[in-house]
């Protein structure tokens, strides 16, 4: 018997006034719409409303026990979501404004358990993308929004991505264009007496102590153990072939050259995903360029996965020197990796 598969139009519309007007209407109607963030696209609907977030977790294929971020536009607007704000996270607030950083921080009894999954506390973000701003003012409202991929896929960067996962799936994506990061904020749990690092991200631990003049910590979770943040422990980012990762050294450029010989000796098509300095060397060999520096790899990760998945049978990507947007990169990527795929 065939099964019926409720499905429904998904426009995409360039971001302007009119289809933020537009976005925001079906937010505040408890639908769904997709829109560019400074990090990767969110999916959002209003962070109020039960009923509204859990067509995030249908649309997405997001397991109920994984808590979604709740992006707002000022600082009055945290407030509003949470219980408490920490002296540290005020601090950061103030100087920082919108920025690529998630503040985990006691909830206030207005947003539903649906969100947090059912914990105490909750995620806040004020999102640097003009566009995300203006949705969240039109609405008047919090916006719950995690990254708009499916369940496990590469984050999207681009609304094409959004448009792969998702078609069928929500009414509307606005498209802002390419993401400047490309990778998700830095969420910072605030509940502790030092701020832990959950998730490394777009906002580096460095700038992040230079702020507040102290220590942060960082969460070292084993990529299938236990975790602190409940997204840490399902399978991340996987594209739809397999990756190998070649760690950083001073060997580097050795290792991928062996690991793509490897592959070519077996018939299996790799190719190299490497920094820009690395590409004279590889002898014709093929590659993708990560570019020069931390932070264009970084915005180049999950377009790269997504573009080179179903075109190789294995990537073979170096890490980055762990420092800086260099751990954002090497934690997706390791993660990525850990979703074993064989050929
Ligand atoms: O850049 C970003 O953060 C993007 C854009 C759209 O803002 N959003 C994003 O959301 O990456 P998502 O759902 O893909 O990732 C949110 C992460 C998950 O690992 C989740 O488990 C964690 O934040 N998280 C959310 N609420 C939490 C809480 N109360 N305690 C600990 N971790 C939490
Ligand atoms: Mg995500």
Redesign the pocket.
Same mark, same amino acid.
């Given at each position: 018997m065939l099964k019926y598969i409720k499905t429904m139009f998904t426009e995409i519309l360039k971001t302007n006034e009119a289809s933020i007007k537009k976005a925001a209407a079906l937010i505040k109607a408890g639908e769904t719409a997709a829109f560019p963030?400074e990090?990767?696209?969110?999916l959002g609907a209003n962070a109020l409303s039960e009923a509204a977030v859990k067509k995030i977790f249908d649309a997405k294929g997001r397991p109920s026990d994984? #808590? @979604?971020?709740v992006?707002v536009s000022c600082l009055e607007d945290v407030y509003a979501v949470a219980l408490d704000i920490p002296q540290s996270a005020k601090k950061l607030i103030g100087a920082l404004g919108p920025a #690529?950083l998630?503040y985990?921080v006691k909830k206030s009894d207005k947003i539903p358990a649906v969100v947090?999954a059912g @914990?105490d506390?909750?995620?806040v973000?004020i999102?640097a993308h003009p566009a995300a701003l203006a949705l969240i003012r039109e609405c008047g409202l919090p916006i719950a929004?995690? =990254?708009?991929n499916g369940s496990g896929r590469p =984050?999207p960067t681009s609304a094409a991505h959004v448009f792969a996962d998702l078609n069928g799936k929500i009414p509307l994506i606005l498209d802002g264009g390419e993401c400047g990061m490309g990778v998700? =904020?830095t969420?910072v749990?605030f509940t502790l007496a030092v701020p832990m690092i @959950?998730?490394p /991200? /777009?906002f580096s631990k460095e700038a992040l102590e230079e702020i507040l003049g102290d220590e942060v910590k960082l969460y070292k979770t084993a990529l299938n153990g236990p975790a602190? =943040?409940?997204? @840490?422990k399902y399978g991340h980012y996987a594209p739809r072939c397999k990756i190998e990762v070649i760690p950083y050294s001073s060997e580097t450029i050795q290792s991928l050259i062996a690991a793509y010989d490897y592959y070519l000796r077996k018939n299996i098509k790799s190719v190299i995903i490497c920094a820009y300095t690395y590409v004279n060397d590889l002898g014709g060999r093929e590659y993708v360029s990560l570019g020069k520096t931390a932070a264009e790899a970084a915005r180049s990760l999950f377009k790269i996965l997504r573009e080179n998945e179903d075109r190789y049978d294995v990537l073979v990507c170096h890490t980055l020197p762990e420092e800086g947007v260099g751990r954002a990169f090497n934690d997706r990527l390791l993660r990525a990796a850990a979703v074993n795929k064989f050929c």
């Amino acid at each position: 018997m065939l099964k019926y598969i409720k499905t429904m139009f998904t426009e995409i519309l360039k971001t302007n006034e009119a289809s933020i007007k537009k976005a925001a209407a079906l937010i505040k109607a408890g639908e769904t719409a997709a829109f560019p963030t400074e990090t990767v696209y969110g999916l959002g609907a209003n962070a109020l409303s039960e009923a509204a977030v859990k067509k995030i977790f249908d649309a997405k294929g997001r397991p109920s026990d994984n #808590p @979604l971020i709740v992006h707002v536009s000022c600082l009055e607007d945290v407030y509003a979501v949470a219980l408490d704000i920490p002296q540290s996270a005020k601090k950061l607030i103030g100087a920082l404004g919108p920025a #690529p950083l998630t503040y985990i921080v006691k909830k206030s009894d207005k947003i539903p358990a649906v969100v947090t999954a059912g @914990l105490d506390t909750v995620a806040v973000r004020i999102p640097a993308h003009p566009a995300a701003l203006a949705l969240i003012r039109e609405c008047g409202l919090p916006i719950a929004a995690p =990254s708009a991929n499916g369940s496990g896929r590469p =984050s999207p960067t681009s609304a094409a991505h959004v448009f792969a996962d998702l078609n069928g799936k929500i009414p509307l994506i606005l498209d802002g264009g390419e993401c400047g990061m490309g990778v998700e =904020s830095t969420v910072v749990d605030f509940t502790l007496a030092v701020p832990m690092i @959950l998730r490394p /991200g /777009g906002f580096s631990k460095e700038a992040l102590e230079e702020i507040l003049g102290d220590e942060v910590k960082l969460y070292k979770t084993a990529l299938n153990g236990p975790a602190k =943040s409940p997204g @840490l422990k399902y399978g991340h980012y996987a594209p739809r072939c397999k990756i190998e990762v070649i760690p950083y050294s001073s060997e580097t450029i050795q290792s991928l050259i062996a690991a793509y010989d490897y592959y070519l000796r077996k018939n299996i098509k790799s190719v190299i995903i490497c920094a820009y300095t690395y590409v004279n060397d590889l002898g014709g060999r093929e590659y993708v360029s990560l570019g020069k520096t931390a932070a264009e790899a970084a915005r180049s990760l999950f377009k790269i996965l997504r573009e080179n998945e179903d075109r190789y049978d294995v990537l073979v990507c170096h890490t980055l020197p762990e420092e800086g947007v260099g751990r954002a990169f090497n934690d997706r990527l390791l993660r990525a990796a850990a979703v074993n795929k064989f050929c």
